[in-house]
């Protein structure tokens, strides 16, 4: 991903310099979602699971036993990069056979290499013998060099049956993912390119390739693309070691979030139990639109809440469905509930406004009778995130053109996702956290992420009906922090 590197250290010095404590109450920072103590982040690099622990990178270093709870070790863990040489996003392994030679269970990092007079692109690789706190550049770097500006972001995974290790890395204006293979880390053969297809309009970035379980207990291979700098793109198919081969390449783009800022996510590789089909990952909550102009003087660059993924049958194919990990309800606390029919007009939840926008809803709505319904949260002294479904024309509208009180460019977006109900009823789970809201529709068949950068004082919410006649049932818990 382009990075602006003279921008990052200039936020660094500035947010060590104005402030030497460290509260994680300051303004906008998400109490439940993983933000750095005083540094940007972009696309989480290098998740993994390893010997019980999480980890993730970006490229400091932090670590989950639980996927909710980090701690976070180090702002650098990348050791011994030549002067003028900066990392960009990539992927950490677990080296079990030794293949590379630094010992049995190594982790190694690839990377890309971005050299900032040249402005070339290419991919390195980098040791860890401490259990993944730092990585030691590797001498003969880099691995794979094409001579290009526009060539990065390498994922790499262990093909068990071809017995060698796979990159897949974007060739971001070709719109193209180019496949490698190898057997010892350092040097690689090219396989084949994927792409163009689906969307192809600007740019493909922070490709990511993993096998996802199915209903009927099988497993199908999916490849995520980042694409345009702004949202994710995915294909479902084969991969036969060589070769991405998608079910429908005819089908119209699939995009992984219907949302505004939902970009460059990462599966975590599962290294303790490689075949567990539990999959779970987690994306920057942000886009090159406004990513560098975020008012949050802490820092700039938030995770997303980890989701766990799997794969259902629609008569259009395959989909990617996408769930809120469920130890998150380990951080609610008691909740307030509510069932009625809505009246024409606001209904207000004056019990929601002391959580603090620190919480989570769920919402189902009945959409039996023609209505235009939903909720505003974050809303008061004029400003409010709305959230509305038709009950005719199945479209769910997001609006959060009145989110914030701050100047940001590009920011003032509204979304407008078609979503059929499931049996007359509209599931809606939202989890709010300070300056982001993500959203989980019917039980994960659609996810709609955004940043919101809401006063502190406009923390009300309240239920919204035009023609009065929707039920709504309504379960709101107030979230603790992770701090």
Known sequence: MRL????????????LFASD????????????????????????????????????????????????????????????????????????????????????????AAFTSFDEHSKKQSQSIAFSLDNGATFQYYDLNPVIDIWSTEFRDPTVIWHSESNRWIMAVAKALEKKIAFYSSTDLKHWEWLSDFGPMGDSEK???????????????????????????????????????????PERPEASPLYVDDGFDYYASRVFQNFDNPSADDVYTIGWVNTWDYATAAPSEWGKGIWSIPRKLSLYSTPDGMRMRQQPIGSLATLRKSPIKINRRLRPGVTKLPAISPFGNVYE???????????????????????????????????LVVDRTASTDVSIPKFDRISHTRIPDKNGILDLDIFVDKSTVEIFVNNGEKTLTMLTYSPDTSTEANLFSLNGTTEVSLSAWPMKSIW
């Open 4 to 15: 602006i590197f003279l921008l990052l250290f200039t936020n660094l010095v500035i947010t």
């Open 21 to 108: 404590s460290i509260t994680y109450k300051e303004k906008y920072r998400p109490q439940y979602h993983f933000t750095p103590a005083h540094r940007w982040i972009g696309d989480p690099c290098g998740t993994i699971r390893h010997n019980g622990r999480y980890m993730a990178y970006s490229w400091g270093a932090a670590t989950s036993d639980d996927l909710i709870h980090w701690n976070e070790l180090n702002d650098h863990a990348i050791k011994g990069l030549p002067r003028d040489i900066s990392a960009f996003t990539g992927s950490i392994v677990v080296d079990r056979g030794n293949t590379a030679g630094y010992g049995a269970d190594a982790l190694i």
């Open 203 to 245: 740019s493909w970035e922070c490709p990511d390739l993993f096998q996802l379980p199915t209903e009927d207990g099988k497993k199908k291979w999916v490849l995520v693309i980042s694409v345009n700098w702004a949202r994710e793109q995915y294909f479902v198919g084969d991969f036969d070691g060589k070769r991405f081969i």
């Open 361 to 395: 809803m769920k919402l189902a709505i009945k959409t039996d009778k023609p209505d235009i319904c939903g909720v505003n949260i974050c809303s008061g002294n004029g400003y409010k995130v709305t959230i509305s479904y038709d009950s005719q024309t199945k479209y």
